[in-house]
């Protein structure tokens, strides 16, 4: 039986499913764009079978939905699914959307992306119209154990900014135009309705890529 909290989250999303989430209408053939670099943050199976990209904004209130259910996911196929984030930060929409990526990455380069990535979601509702965004990261960075001026000085790094920008255009030429899209095994679905809808896709994949095998 899916948790309590799972059951709200399916409310919530589709509740949100004609607001922020953009649906693809199918999904399309593999692109060199969804191949995975050693630039892409990634966690689950050393060796998956299966490979989930998202592409968010830590600022999406669907996102933020769906975030329980790619939890969910990841715990119940740690052994044969790959998940990766990539920043599609939307920032006509959201004013913290670039800041929130840039502390995500910021974190990452004290080996915390992970941990600042889920807590930014956790705590959404807390920093995402604030006029001191920065100041509340800080806080974060601190919660996480991080050197917090390293963390504050990162925050400007050049390069960060160049790796959400690469993230969003990769995006875009894939045909993203909203948060959360989700590309299974290199191909745009559709975003499901449900935890159980995710679930029935992913072991289908799963299915699908043991076949090959054999």
């Known amino acids: 039986m899916p948790s309590k909290k ?4 399916m409310a919530v999303v589709a509740i949100l499913g004609g607001l922020l989430v953009i649906f693809s209408g199918g999904s399309k053939d593999v692109t060199p764009e969804t191949t995975l ?6 966690r689950g199976a050393v060796n998956p079978k299966v490979t989930l990209i998202e592409y968010g904004d830590f600022q999406c209130p669907a996102c933020s939905a769906y975030e329980p259910i790619v939890e969910k996911l990841q715990q119940d196929f740690k052994d044969t ?21 840039k502390a995500s990455e910021a ?15 956790k705590t959404q509702a807390e ?3 604030a006029s001191n965004a ?10 996480l154990g991080l050197n917090v001026a390293q963390f504050e000085q990162d925050l400007g790094l050049k390069n960060i900014e160049e790796k959400i920008k690469a993230d969003f255009e990769g995006g875009a030429k894939l045909g993203v135009r ?8 290199g191909k745009k679905i559709e975003n499901p309705r449900s935890y159980a809808d995710f679930k029935i896709l992913i072991e289908s994949s799963i299915k699908n890529s043991s076949e090959k095998i054999n």
């Open 37 to 42: 670099t050693d630039s892409d943050w990634k």
């Open 127 to 129: 920093w995402s119209t």
């Open 6 to 9: 799972i059951i709200i989250t």
């Open 134 to 143: 920065k100041e509340i990261f800080a806080v974060y960075a601190k919660t």
């Open 178 to 185: 909203g948060t959360p899209t989700f590309f299974l095994d």
């Open 81 to 101: 699914l790959l998940f990766s984030y990539r920043h599609f930060p939307l920032t006509q929409i959201h004013q913290n959307a670039i800041l929130s990526s």
């Open 107 to 121: 974190a990452g380069r004290q080996e915390k992306f992970w941990e600042m990535h889920d807590l930014l979601y």
